[in-house]
C-alpha cells in the first residue's frame, strides 16, 4: 500500500521552518499565545474548523469528511520547560530561561504537517479532532482541556499522541500496551516542632530530627511494603530547614516525588506515606501536615488501540524499525487523564543515539537538548497513515 511519507518528505523543508520558529519562541505552560496563534492561523488557512481557549491556550482543530460518525483525537503538546538553552544552535532559544527541551515545538510541527496534508489529499471519512495542548510540564494542562469540556465537545472513539525519545535510533517507532508511564504524585510535608537553642535541645521540639527519621523511614515503604516484582519510587527530592548552626528551627519541609505503574501500588504508596509521617511525627512531639500537591495517574495504553497503532507504524516503516512491546517509563504524561477517559495509545519516536546523533541523542529536559528534524516527515507521516487508516473510507 501506498503511505503518505513521500509527500510530507516534500514538506520537510517548510515545517523545519515552523519547528524552528516555534523553537526560537519557547513559552511556558498556559503563556503558549503565541504558539496557539501560529497553530489556530495554520489550521484555519488549510480549512479546519478551529476551537481555541479549552485550558486556557488549547487549541483544536476539527476535519469532517463523509457520512461516517467514527471519530480520532490526535494530541500534541506546545509548552516549553524554564531551562536556559545552551545549544548555540542558529534557532535556539531567544527568550532568557526558556527552551523547548522536551520537543514539543517538534510534536506541534509534526501534527501541523500532518494536518496540513490531510486537508489537502486525506483519504477518510469521519471526524478528525487535532488537540494542541497547553501545559504538559507538570501543570496538568490535559485535565484541564478535559474539565473545560475537551472530550464534551469533541467526542474521540480513541485519542493518541507520540513523544520523541533520546538514545533510541532515529526514526524508530516504539509501542506499549498495558502500563506504559509512571503516575506522579507531588508531596508537600510540613512538620511543625517548637523552635529554640541549639544549646539547650530540651527547651525545643526539633522538626529536623523528625524529618531526618522520616526521610529514613520512608526508604522501607518501597523495601518492605510493595511487591519486589512491581516498580515503586519514593524520592524526597528537597529537606528544607533552619538557618543557623545555633539555631533550632520551629518547622521543617520535605518535598516527595512519588512514582508507580500499578494503580494499587501507588494506592499503597500513598497510604503508606501518610501513616509513616503521622506515627513518626507523633512519635517525636511534631506534627505534621502532608498535602498531595499535584498528581498524574498511571498512563495504561489499551490494547486494541495499540496493536492498531502497531500495525500502522510497521507498514509505515517496516518491522525492523519497530519495537512493538517496550520498556515502561518511570517519567509521567498528563496524556494519562485523557487515557482515562478515552481508550488509546501513546507511543515513542526515537530521537537518534549515539555521537552521531549530536543535540538529538542529549536526554530531554536538558539545556544542551534539541528535537532532530528527521523526524518531521516520519512522525508526520505516520499521523497521515493511522487517520486514513482509523477513519477508513
Known amino acids: 500500500m501506498n503511505t503518505p511519507l513521500a509527500d510530507l518528505q516534500a514538506l520537510a523543508d517548510e515545517f523545519t521552518a515552523v519547528r524552528h520558529d516555534i523553537h526560537r519562541h519557547p513559552e511556558l505552560g498556559y503563556q503558549e499565545f503565541r504558539t496557539s496563534d501560529l497553530v489556530a492561523s495554520c489550521l484555519e488557512q488549510w480549512g479546519y474548523q478551529v476551537t481555541r481557549g479549552l485550558g486556557g491556550t488549547g487549541v ?21 520547560l524554564p531551562i536556559q538553552e545552551a545549544t548555540g544552535l542558529a534557532h535556539a532559544s531567544s527568550h532568557a ?20 496534508h490531510l486537508a489537502a489529499k486525506g483519504r477518510f471519512k469521519g471526524t478528525l479532532n487535532l488537540i ?45 500496551d498495558g502500563p506504559t508511564m509512571a503516575s506522579s504524585d507531588s508531596i508537600l510535608i510540613t512538620l511543625q516542632g517548637v523552635g529554640g537553642h541549639g544549646a539547650v535541645p530540651q527547651r525545643a521540639v ?54 508507580a505503574l500499578d494503580r ?9 506515606i501518610h501513616e509513616l509521617v503521622t506515627a513518626q511525627a507523633q512519635s517525636l512531639g511534631v506534627t505534621a501536615r502532608i ?29 525492523s524499525h519497530v519495537v512493538p512491546q517496550t520498556q ?24 537518534g543515539d549515539g555521537a552521531s546523533a549530536g543535540h538529538g541523542a542529549c536526554m530531554v529536559h536538558n539545556s ?26
Not at 527519621?213 to 530547614?241: E, K, Y
Not at 498524574?296 to 518491522?319: Q, S, W
Request: with cysteine; net charge negative.
Open 60 to 80: 483544536v482543530g476539527q476535519l469532517r469528511r463523509g457520512s461516517s460518525d467514527k471519530t480520532l483525537g490526535l494530541r500534541a503538546d506546545m509548552d516549553a
Open 97 to 116: 530561561g526558556v527552551m523547548h527541551a522536551c520537543g514539543h515545538d517538534g510534536h506541534t510541527a509534526m501534527l501541523l504537517a500532518a494536518a496540513k
Open 132 to 176: 494542541f495542548q497547553p501545559a504538559e510540564e507538570g501543570l496538568g494542562g490535559a485535565k484541564r482541556m478535559m474539565d473545560d469540556g475537551l472530550f464534551t465537545q469533541f467526542p474521540c472513539d480513541a485519542v493518541f499522541a507520540m513523544h520523541n525519545m533520546p538514545g533510541h535510533p532515529q526514526g524508530q517507532l516504539l509501542l506499549r
Open 206 to 259: 526539633d522538626p529536623v530530627v523528625a524529618g531526618a527519621t522520616i526521610v529514613l523511614g520512608l526508604q522501607s515503604i518501597v523495601a518492605r511494603n510493595i511487591d519486589p516484582l512491581q516498580m515503586a519510587v519514593i524520592t524526597v527530592g528537597a529537606f528544607i530547614a533552619g538557618s543557623a548552626h545555633n539555631v533550632i528551627p520551629e518547622c521543617a519541609t520535605l518535598k516527595l516525588s512519588v512514582r
Open 264 to 272: 494499587e501500588v501507588r494506592e499503597t504508596l500513598l497510604r503508606r
Open 291 to 319: 498535602e498531595c500537591v499535584s498528581s498524574y495517574p498511571v498512563l495504561v495504553n489499551t490494547v486494541a488501540e495499540t496493536d492498531f497503532a502497531r500495525r500502522v507504524a510497521v507498514e509505515l516503516v517496516g518491522a
Open 328 to 351: 515502561p517509563l518511570t517519567g509521567s504524561e498528563d496524556f494519562a487523564f485523557f487515557l482515562e477517559q478515552v481508550p488509546g495509545s501513546y507511543l515513542l519516536i526515537g530521537n
Open 368 to 393: 544542551g537538548y534539541d528535537f532532530n528534524d528527521a523526524n518531521l516527515p516520519i512522525g508526520a507521516a505516520y499521523w497521515a497513515l493511522l487517520t486514513e487508516r482509523f477513519l477508513a473510507d
